[in-house]
């Protein structure tokens, strides 16, 4: 039962998927397109994705009205690296064998440097390499002309010990004196770029004696601070650049913990002009993509988890292309440290004016090509355009250029899950959409009653109308603030009015100020496929904590709330993770039910472990005098205490049954309960 469920919430997608804003850029797919909501639903999530440079350049974004967007002219830098037809490196080409287009427009070169080895004390700029139409050239800071990151987020027991042991062999060899490093660990530990080989060798050896961190240093606070701070550094410095980032893609299959996945380095790197060598501290996968070696095809019962990791390898090559980096499956973690290296001596830097260059956020594609025969460029996708002066507008026209900009912005996290809901009206069938929104941040000021305070903006953009429809607009004042690895962090929750869905895809996109002038912003986006015909469909599973009191005639409204339930309303948050002294709600709709077929929903539990928790609780679903256009309403309620946390996370299976036995719906979602107290 355990791997039905599994493959479920992978089809699934758990009721919801946040996507990086930078994968909506690139214009990317997914090999395997997740399926949102309910299977009964049809909802493709079709996550934008890195994977081919098959994309075309994108049309600049548009400018939010009234809003001045300045222009200038901005040196772009791009490092390539160029191969053979063999695969070996090649260092022979000139300038005038190199094209360089920054959205499909031909740019010329004023800065183009030959590969330099990294070996010696001479640095890149006294070494002879060609300058055109006079560009200075800088000797750089003392310390390194090659830059090396290594961020290694939380993990697993086993794959973490073997990320460190790669990266402390790494750390304790020898170094040129052009070559930096700079470690970001999950518990917290943190080298700063250095070029001492004493410094380095004492933090390996460190890092080998670090103690394996408890859930609570999983996606630490410090981490994500100290990791990001290293990328900004990272921007400053001359010299080739390489970010090394092991994963194993550790998941604790709920949102409330947040823990940094590969991609989410990506805009950080883009902007910092560094290539990003993702390493699978898993090594290689057993798993066969579908099914065993000799099977023919697809078969129906292919494994969730195969599928799972053909994605996971596709992000992780996707995202070294984009970057100029490289990715390659082994069990070897170290390698990835040696292609870095040798890269960085093979590559050439390459320069451009891009005049007219709009701030508004924007992002560029840039395509390296070679004239000559066979050979192939490994060079970043693109950049970022600056979003200059938004720190100076009115705090509705920053949430306004936050919404119209594709770069991210992260001062504050923001986690989006939508729920969705059959809906029937006049012979219609449809969807509706109810967006849980949660915020997080760290206020830059001490003002308690500003540091709360939290305006968001969100908009839909769908199939049919193109315009952006606002979906939520408004403050949020209800912040609680908790105490995270010693800094202060408040976190908000709000849900969007019902959105009504058309067939094809619907983009979503929310931005938030705070009051001490923190801004973040995200991005959504999912297709909805043709309905099937009227029929037993069941809408998403929601888990909640509490309700709360609305009119009587709330629910007679022009715009119905499938949240609704006579006088109250559930209230779901985007997080999944509840107090162990909490009531837990799960709701959920189930629609089109035929009057001469009884039917019962029974809701189940599991554990991580595939162990049943309690007896199946069972619902008669024959009070049609409670159902809307939404359908009937299915309403259990826990106490969390229930839960032992450690046996968590938990899997909720709601189950509507034909005649108390055959199971013709089903929907699951995923949560975690954790210790009285704990934040």
């Known amino acids: 039962m355990l791997a039905l469920v599994q493959s479920e919430r992978y089809l699934n997608g758990c009721g919801y998927r946040r996507v990086n804003m930078t994968k909506a850029y690139t214009g990317r797919r997914p090999v395997v397109a997740r399926l949102l909501a309910p299977l009964s639903m049809v909802l493709v999530f079709a996550l934008a994705r890195c994977s081919s440079r098959q994309t075309s350049a994108q049309e600049p974004s548009s400018s939010p009205p009234n809003l001045p967007i300045q222009v200038t002219t901005d040196l772009v830098t791009v490092r390539a690296v160029f191969f053979d037809a063999h695969g070996k490196r090649v260092t022979n080409l000139s300038a005038d064998e190199i094209v360089v287009k920054?959205?499909?427009?031909?740019?010329?070169?004023?800065?183009?440097?030959?590969p330099r080895p990294l070996q010696g004390t001479e640095v890149l700029g006294g070494l002879g390499g060609a300058q055109l139409e006079g560009t200075r050239r800088d000797s750089g800071p003392p310390e390194g002309r090659f830059h090396v990151l290594i961020l290694i987020p939380g993990m697993r027991f086993a794959d973490r010990h073997y990320a460190l042991q790669a990266a402390a062999k790494y750390l304790q060899q020898p170094h040129g004196s052009q070559t930096a490093v700079a470690v970001a660990d999950a518990t917290g530990a943190t080298l700063s770029f250095t070029s001492s080989q004493k410094e380095m060798t004492e933090f390996g050896r460190a890092l080998l004696k670090l103690p394996m961190p408890s859930?609570?240093?999983?996606?630490?606070?410090?981490?994500?601070?100290?990791?990001?701070?290293l990328c900004h550094s990272l921007k400053e410095r001359e010299g080739r650049k390489a970010i090394v980032f092991f994963t194993d893609y550790y998941r604790t299959e709920n949102n409330a913990i947040v823990l940094q996945q590969p991609d989410d380095v990506m805009p950080l790197a883009l902007d910092a002009n560094a290539a990003i060598y993702p390493v699978d501290a898993r090594g290689v996968q057993p798993e066969i993509p579908f099914g065993d070696a000799s099977s023919a095809g697809v078969p129906a019962d292919v494994s969730a988890w195969s599928f799972a990791n053909l994605e996971e390898m596709n992000d992780l090559t996707g995202l070294a292309v984009e970057t100029g980096g490289s990715y390659a499956v082994g069990n070897d973690?170290?390698?990835?440290?040696?292609?870095?290296?040798?890269?960085?001596?093979?590559?050439?830097?390459?320069?451009?004016?891009?005049?007219?260059?709009?701030?508004?956020?924007?992002?560029?594609?840039?395509?390296?090509?070679?004239?000559?025969?066979?050979?192939?460029?490994?060079?970043?996708?693109?950049?970022?355009?600056?979003?200059?002066?938004?720190?100076?507008?009115?705090?509705?026209?920053?949430?306004?250029?936050?919404?119209?900009?594709?770069?991210?912005?992260d001062d504050i996290s923001i986690r989006l899950k939508p729920y969705f809901f059959p809906f029937r009206r006049e012979g219609e069938d449809s969807v509706v959409a109810v967006l849980g929104m949660r915020f997080?941040?760290?206020?830059?000021?001490?003002?308690?009653?500003?540091?709360?305070?939290?305006?968001?903006?969100?908009?839909?953009?769908?199939?049919?109308?193109?315009?952006?429809?606002?979906?939520?607009?408004?403050?949020?004042?209800?912040?609680?603030?908790n105490d995270v690895d010693d800094f202060a962090v408040w976190r908000a929750s709000a849900i969007s009015q019902p959105i009504q869905l058309s067939r094809g895809d619907t983009a979503i996109k929310v931005a938030a100020r705070s009051g001490t002038g923190e801004l973040g912003n995200a991005f959504l986006e999912f297709s909805l496929a043709e309905q099937p015909q009227p029929g037993l469909r069941l809408s998403s599973l929601v888990i909640a904590r509490r309700m709360e009191s609305v009119p009587l005639n709330r629910q007679e409204s022009d715009s119905p709330d499938p949240l609704c339930i006579g006088n109250e309303r559930i209230v779901p948050?985007?997080?999944?993770?509840?107090?162990?002294?909490?009531?837990?709600?799960?709701?959920?709709?189930?629609?089109?039910?035929?009057?001469?077929?009884?039917?019962?929903?029974?809701?189940?539990?599991?554990?991580?472990?595939?162990?049943?928790?309690?007896?199946?609780?069972?619902?008669?679903?024959?009070?049609?005098?409670?159902?809307?256009?939404?359908?009937?309403?299915?309403?259990?309620?826990?106490?969390?205490?229930?839960?032992?946390?450690?046996?968590?996370?938990?899997?909720?299976?709601?189950?509507?049954?034909?005649?108390?036995?055959?199971?013709?719906?089903?929907?699951?979602?995923?949560?975690?309960?954790?210790?009285?107290?704990?934040?």
């Open 102 to 114: 920054d959205r499909g427009e031909p740019q010329t070169l004023v800065v183009f440097e030959p």
């Open 215 to 229: 859930a609570g240093w999983f996606g630490s606070r410090k981490y994500r601070q100290t990791s990001a701070a």
């Open 573 to 679: 948050e985007a997080s999944s993770q509840f107090a162990g002294g909490e009531d837990l709600l799960f709701y959920a709709r189930v629609g089109g039910a035929e009057e001469s077929v009884p039917l019962t929903a029974t809701l189940s539990f599991q554990n991580q472990s595939g162990e049943k928790i309690f007896r199946p609780l069972t619902m008669d679903l024959s009070r049609k005098e409670e159902a809307s256009s939404f359908g009937i309403p299915v309403l259990f309620k826990l106490p969390a205490s229930g839960f032992k946390p450690k046996d968590g996370p938990f899997v909720a299976i709601l189950a509507v049954k034909q005649n108390g036995s055959k199971v013709v719906k089903n929907a699951s979602a995923a949560f975690l309960v954790v210790p009285e107290g704990e934040p």
């Open 333 to 409: 973690l170290g390698s990835a440290f040696q292609r870095a290296t040798e890269d960085a001596s093979s590559s050439y830097v390459l320069a451009y004016y891009k005049r007219n260059l709009r701030l508004d956020g924007g992002f560029h594609p840039i395509n390296v090509q070679c004239t000559r025969h066979s050979v192939r460029v490994q060079a970043k996708s693109g950049y970022f355009a600056r979003v200059d002066g938004i720190r100076d507008l009115a705090p509705d026209n920053q949430l306004k250029m936050l919404l119209a900009s594709e770069r991210p912005f």
């Open 440 to 481: 997080e941040w760290m206020p830059s000021g001490a003002d308690s009653d500003r540091a709360k305070s939290l305006s968001v903006l969100g908009v839909v953009r769908g199939p049919e109308d193109k315009r952006e429809r606002i979906l939520y607009d408004g403050p949020l004042d209800s912040a609680s603030e």
